[in-house]
């Protein structure tokens, strides 16, 4: 059975593993960090939030500081899907954002009904807006 | 003789009594102020609740009250002076007799009325058994000092008790960012403050009208001690007469459902809130997230200050744990006030969660939080708190992130998930004389106009609300420029690249580019983060937002220029601060943060509102909907290449569907080459401390410790010491200044 824990990653919970939700790629022990099984790249802030104005004339242009600022970007090693993106200071540990409770969440879907995608939420469809 | 310095034997209630009424000043009461849970069922309760407890008969009295207390909203936003008001930075709500928030309106700030709870209890444990007060029918009560429960000094709220048969029944309060408080600086919100007493009006809650009838004498102290003394007048009867409408109501509700009925469903609104809860808190899944963020500065300089959440979840419980946090800044307003985090998050948890059940402070009665004491999100009793957005923000942020992480996985939602919402207030704060000859002090509704986050199967939306006030407005700006003296020249027009990437991309910000004119003394000022690190990021696998800087034009008098060669003018950011159009102006960019600054007529000033996250991989977003983006010129060629990796006709925008699945392709792999496992990533990656080119406040690798400014100064949490003080900015100019100066006359030889 498969939780869809985010739109990038599964939990097999047979299997008791992390995998990647576009290519189904083991990414390791679903009691450990997802992140081990991925790869990793840091990219300067401007590389993703480019400067939209003049940086040979000024200090603050819309693109982060790269001494305060850096992107990690986490793909799958088999597909390349882009899983997590995460800023952080230069150097900070990376988090290990998602650890769950294997065993209570094996014994809260072994009370529900499989599913084959995430389920979206109820759907609202704004109301016309006039003054 | 007996000893009469021995109390042994008396009484437990006259030494209560004594202690009593030999405090000396009655200050925010710790035993109120850290229970955000619910009070305990009076026997009365009981009694109702015995009596009426048909669930169907108590909806039906609760949604009579509701309608009520919504007209009283109606009647808050419509007749409300302050802009806030008039855009839905307000609040009307119901309260049990113990003081519970229980039935708060559709519209407006949760926030603001969680808080409320605070004072009503401080009422009805000190003022309503002393003499000196009371509190009777009629009666009205104000506040603003945060301390004392509201979410900074710039919001006041009334506070009006409801009596049936001379019984105490329940509680009416309607709040309103008001703005002007006679801070330091103009529009209530003062970055300068250093202490307290900067802060403007401390009003502790007190009694200022008795029968219905507002004190004159209170009122015109309280109109001496601001800058808007029409506001001020004029905003407290709106308030009162809104408390007066809900009383109204409730007893109309009595007179036709029986007092009991009404008492029960108060309370039971209050429970069924909590069971709700907590049976919703039992579809997650059990465990912890973590995720930390940063704010870039104080409002006086700019400096990296961590917020750390690990939200854990087990059962039917949530503990929110914000320990290794930044120490509190003694000396400046950016410190948040636990209980500001706490109604802030019962803001994220009512309206962009569980929007379906009552709006109620039995939601966070589940709920645990844990802070450093002190901290930045828990500072000392004098510690400035009137800029607590700058960390709250952050903190509910932080907050939106992990319940979107525990969600997504559930098979039944009551909302959809999504990436974080822009947070920050990218709006500007005015004072001064206006056009009218009055003498005025608040903020732009653009402060309500934060790009939504994407969703799972959408974009996010355009400028589409802050995120403590769902259901407000922008107003028109042509009305707004009716009563204060400057004009936005570009108003709600979207930038181009101010993206949160994504398969589905942040709702994004729109530019606003002012300038002042019709006053011989007007100015503004800048209350925002986020110009060197983005405020927010962006969800599985999408980016955040980028930062935010204010840009100004100096020295021009733009209205001039539009009379005599209107051609010059360029209609956006980019175009007049790269082309620089005008020959003798002065350009620069700022952080977000100007203290208060008269504004010459004519001259610019530009910022953007904030977008919000993206929703998944970039390289995933539809063709088509990047082209779309294009042709509403959201996004330029540059992002549609480099980031969405798209391969188009750039005069027709007709999308060449197999070369770009081919660039893509090419992008993943050259991703994957670029790449290194993690264990070897964070190897190489990860320092031991903070860098020294930035100082750094909170925690690092260890929650338990955190630096205080530098490397080198690191401190178990909430025991800094020395505490931080920071350095006056303008004094470390001066002292530069003067170091420059001094090594000057020693190059050429004087003492």
Known sequence: MKVFVTAALNIDLTHEVWECSNCNHNLGPARGNYKTGLLVQERLPQDIHAPILDQEKYDFTFAPDADWCRILEYCCPNCGHLAEVEYLPPGHPPA????????????????????????????VTPLTHTH | MGNDMDISNASPSAAAKFLSETNLYLAPDPEIMNNHGLERRTAYEDQCIAKENDPVRLEIVRERLLAGVNESYDML??????????????VSAVYTASGDLSLASSGGVVIFCNLVQYPIKFINKYW?????VGVKQGDV?????ARYGQAHNTDQSMMMPVFHDGALVAWAGATVHEGENGAIEPGGMPSLAEQIWDEGLKMSPFKVAENYQLRRDLVTFLQNSVREPKLQYSDMKVKMYVCRRIETRIHEAIAEYGVEAVVASLRMNLEDTDAEVRRRLQEWPDGTVRHAWWTDGTLRENVQIKINLEMTKKGDELILDYRGSSPEFTNRSNNSL???????LAQLFLTFLWPDIPRNQGVLAPMTFIFDNPSVLKPGFGTPSAQSMMTVFTAWSAAQVAVMKFIYSNPHKYTRVVAPWFNMINTFLFGGLTQHGEMVGNVCADINGMGGGALADRDGQHGCAPIFATMSDLGEQEFIEEEVPFIQIVSKKMMTDNQGFGAHRGGMGYQMILAMRDSPAFGFMLTAMGAKFPNVPGLFGGYGCPTYPLARIQNIDVFDILKTNPGSFRYSIEELMNERPFA???YSTHPMFLGYTLAQRGELYMIAQGTGGGFGDPLDRKPEDVMRDMDEKLISHDVAWRIYRVVYDKTTLRVDSEATKAARDEARRERIARSKP???FVADWVKSKPSAKVPYYGSWDDRTMVHAGSPDKLHPAAQVNPPVVMANPLQVKIDKLQ??????HGAKGRA
């Open chain 2, 338 to 344: 636990d209980v500001t985090v706490k109604g802030m």
């Open chain 2, 77 to 90: 936003e419509n007749m409300g002076a302050a802009p806030g008001a008039k855009w839905g930075d307000c």
């Open chain 2, 128 to 132: 309503t058994g002393d003499t000196s």
């Open chain 2, 739 to 744: 170091a420059e100066l001094a090594a000057l």
């Open chain 2, 678 to 680: 993690y264990k070897d």
């Open chain 1, 96 to 123: 290990f954002d998602i650890e769950l409770d294997i065993d209570a969440l094996k014994a809260q879907w072994a009370e529900r009904e499989p599913l084959t995608a995430a389920v979206l939420g109820p759907d």
């Open chain 2, 584 to 586: 003798d102006a002065v």
């Open chain 2, 141 to 145: 009560f104000i506040v603003n000092d």
